[in-house]
């Protein structure tokens, strides 16, 4: 894998996992606590600097990061015109899945408990990987996600959830209150006032990243 423990500086990895090579960059901060795997939504990719903003204040709470693209390059280019993959969840859970198991069987991240951030539709398919893999996935968080796209696997999600909404992000607010209802496992709902779907206001993206950050080392952590 060509990754040093002590590292925080994104590596690209190639991760061989549910059939597929996905590609993914992994920064193992020195000392880690924990390790957590983004999901992003559609349209999107791991170059997202919504999600790498993220994934970096997470890792000053050492906590290492994972920015996975669930869509092969071939998969992304097809999807770009024709949207056939984006909301195809279960293929998404199932590569999400994958990565988890990969990540627990290699030796810089098997001893690291692992949580799941995702974004958009990626939230349903953190959701969905967690309700597959309890005993792994230790928390949740989405940010402006469709966790009602997860349907009934939220009802089989054993992780402390965490979900983050735009206060103007009118649709998706109602559409994540019904999820919250759902969720059996510890949940939370989080506004964050005066933002917009993206969290593109000033100080907005600050705040989902403080709210993730508390929430993953509150219960994705070693020790």
């Not at 894998?1 to 002590?6: E, F, H, L, N, T």
């Not at 590569?95 to 001893?111: K, N």
Request: with cysteine; proline share 7%; glycine share 8%.
């Amino acid at each position: 894998m060509g990754i040093s423990p002590g590292a925080t500086t994104p590596r690209p990895v190639r991760l061989e996992c549910a059939d597929v090579a996905l590609n993914g960059d992994l920064a193992l901060p020195a000392f880690a606590r924990g390790l957590v795997i983004f999901a992003h939504g559609s349209g999107s990719s791991r170059h997202s600097p919504r999600n790498r903003a993220v994934a970096e204040l997470l890792q000053h709470g050492r906590l290492g990061t994972l920015l996975l693209d669930l869509l092969t390059e071939r998969e992304e280019r097809a999807d770009a015109s024709t949207a056939e993959f984006r909301f195809d969840m279960p293929l998404l859970a199932h590569r999400l899945v994958g990565a988890i198991d990969w990540m627990q069987v290699h030796p810089q991240t098997a001893p690291l408990p692992i949580g799941l951030f995702g974004a958009s539709t990626g939230a349903a398919a953190a959701l969905m990987a967690a309700a597959q893999r309890p005993a792994m996935v230790r928390a949740v968080v989405s940010r402006g996600g469709r966790p009602d796209l997860a349907e009934m696997a939220l009802e089989e999600v054993a992780a402390p959830t965490l979900l983050i909404v735009g206060g103007r992000d009118d649709v998706v607010i109602e559409l994540n209150r019904q999820a919250l209802a759902r969720l059996k496992a510890p949940k939370e709902l989080q506004i964050v006032p005066g933002a917009t779907h993206l969290f593109e206001e000033p100080g907005a993206l600050d705040q989902v990243s403080t709210l993730a950050r508390k929430w993953f080392e509150r219960y994705c952590r070693t020790g």
